[in-house]
């Protein structure tokens, strides 16, 4: 009976603890890592624009008013400068095959550099010209997101990690594990650096997160569930045409984000 009245009283203690999972699952998921729970991100959307279907969307950027985009997909992928509040492709250069699959971009000291996704390529464009790379670098691991602080190109590969690396050699640095109040933090990929943070989108997901880049922590949430059925509701995606792309105009502060052949961008201003 002892026994009995032990187990009702565990059953009733775990209810009720249940019942407030705000804060108990908040003090148990602090307790794992040591890390904080990320915050909250509050946003406004500020704009609504047209995005080509056709571009499976791996690598956005914003320079002096032009978007650039990297799309993958076997024999479809692409680099292409595009028209913000048009969705137009001003220009653009196929570089996919049937072995070539293209994965995130980064504009860095008037260079472009573009990922691959398993073909361990990483192609170097002058900014002035984007229809063939001026060089090619070798890249040990897959290549999913890329951006840059003032120095190191950071590079993610669909783990957990985050990759420092030399522009000039491209050899690593130094790493640091994305990690959140619960532990590490898998499928890493498209990135965009602002303010000391990586943003980064998580594969298969409706958020952002806010990695802090000094220790790989992560810090905030930018939460991003129903865009596509509030604002595209003629638009039914696939399993694979998920939230993807980053893009930061450092002069008006705004935030542009797409998916995967999403009809619709995203303009975005954070709180």
């Known amino acids: 009976m002892k026994f009995y009245f032990a187990i009702v009283a565990l059953f009733v203690l775990s209810a009720c603890n249940n019942t407030s999972d705000s804060k108990d699952s908040t003090e148990i998921n602090h307790s794992l890592t040591g890390i904080a729970v990320p915050r909250n991100i509050q946003f406004n959307i500020t704009g609504i624009y047209p995005h080509d279907t056709g571009a499976y969307t791996q690598g956005l950027e914003m320079h002096n008013g032009k978007l650039y985009e990297s799309t993958g997909d076997y024999v479809n992928s692409s680099l292409r400068i595009t028209d913000i509040k048009t969705g137009n492709v001003a220009q653009k250069h196929s570089m996919g095959s049937a072995e070539i699959f293209g994965e995130g971009i980064t504009l860095f000291n008037n260079k472009i550099y573009q990922l691959t996704w398993k073909n361990h390529v990483v192609n170097v464009y002058d900014i002035n010209n984007i229809d063939k790379p001026i060089k090619t670098f070798a890249w040990s691991y897959e290549g999913w997101g890329i951006t840059h602080n003032a120095t190191d190109l950071i590079i993610s590969d669909g783990s957990a990690n985050l990759y420092f690396v030399n522009p000039d050699d491209f050899k690593v640095k130094s790493a640091r594990q994305v990690t959140d109040n619960i532990g590490p933090v898998k499928e890493i990929n498209e990135l ?13 997901s409706d958020y952002i997160i806010k990695i ?41 502060k705004k ?17």
């Open 192 to 204: 965009e650096y602002i303010d000391g943070f990586v943003y980064a989108n998580v594969y298969g």
């Open 212 to 252: 802090d880049a000094a220790n790989g922590h992560v810090a905030g949430s930018i939460n991003l569930p129903g865009l596509l059925k509030e604002y595209a509701k003629g638009f039914v995606p696939d399993e694979n045409e998920v939230l993807n792309g980053i893009a930061w105009d450092s002069a008006t």
């Open 255 to 271: 935030m542009y984000i797409t998916g995967k052949h999403w009809p619709k961008m995203f303009e975005l201003t954070l709180n």
